[in-house]
């Protein structure tokens, strides 16, 4: 079944430390994207993608940054985690007709 | 202004009623419009999709488009506490893959048995 997956779920890590949230679909979407959302606020766009070796910064400045290798595959890295990252990360792809996104089911982040 | 901007409530309905959900938006050249449902601690699933002006209509849920007004609405028809979750409203300012995905902030809808 065609999908879109995240891991891990939750995430605990000492500030500091690098760490890299996965992201694969099997939709066969060329575009890609990640979203920043902190409880009961908006989705942010930090990153997107058009296609294999294609990343853009999105509307919210984040310390992140983002591969593009594998048409299936967008991870993200924070090199240096501090607790101003704790949030939660959405990753999400598009189809390519109506544009609609089809989420996966996202990444918590706590730095401690 | 927000780009598109929604009642972030909580709407409270009882089971059985009708739950209207609104949401406007500034720029006058977007195309696209979605209602996404996001559950606590889950991420959004679509819910509706509409793209001319007029009524979208899906099992107990309707979109409503205004381009004139800048309005988009989500009715829901015979509410459940299933139902309770938060509503995101999303407008693209392009057509199928193109433009910018702008989300509104959510309105949270309780639905009380």
């Known amino acids: 079944e065609a999908d879109i997956y995240q891991t891990p779920r939750y995430l605990v890590i000492g500030t500091g430390k690098k760490i890299t949230l996965e992201c694969s679909q099997t939709?066969?979407?060329?575009?890609m994207y990640w979203y920043q959302q902190d409880p009961g606020m908006e989705l942010h766009l930090i990153h997107y993608?058009?296609?294999?070796?294609?990343?853009e910064k999105g509307d919210l400045s984040s310390e992140s940054t983002v591969s593009r290798i594998r048409t299936e595959h967008f991870p993200l890295t924070l090199e240096s985690a501090r607790p101003s990252h704790t949030s939660q990360y959405l990753c999400a792809s598009s189809e390519f007709k109506t544009g609609t996104r089809t989420f996966g089911s996202g990444t918590r982040l706590t730095v401690v | 202004q927000k780009e598109v901007e929604q009642n972030s409530g909580p709407l409270s309905v009882p089971e059985g009623a009708i739950a209207s959900l609104n949401c406007t938006y500034s720029?006058?050249?977007?195309?696209?419009f979605f209602w996404y449902r996001q559950y606590s601690g889950k991420s959004p699933e679509l819910i509706m999709s509409?793209?001319?002006?007029g009524d979208k209509e899906d099992g107990r849920f309707t979109a409503q488009l205004n381009k004139a007004s800048q309005y988009v609405s989500l009715l829901i028809r015979d509410s459940q506490p299933s139902d309770s979750a938060t509503y995101l409203c999303a407008v693209s300012s392009g057509s199928g893959n193109t433009g910018k995905l702008i989300f509104g902030q959510g309105t949270t809808l309780q639905v009380k048995p």
């Open positions: 720029d006058r050249g977007s195309q696209s």
């Open positions: 509409i793209y001319s002006n």
């Open positions: 993608s058009y296609g294999v070796n294609s990343t």
């Open positions: 939709m066969g979407h060329d575009k």
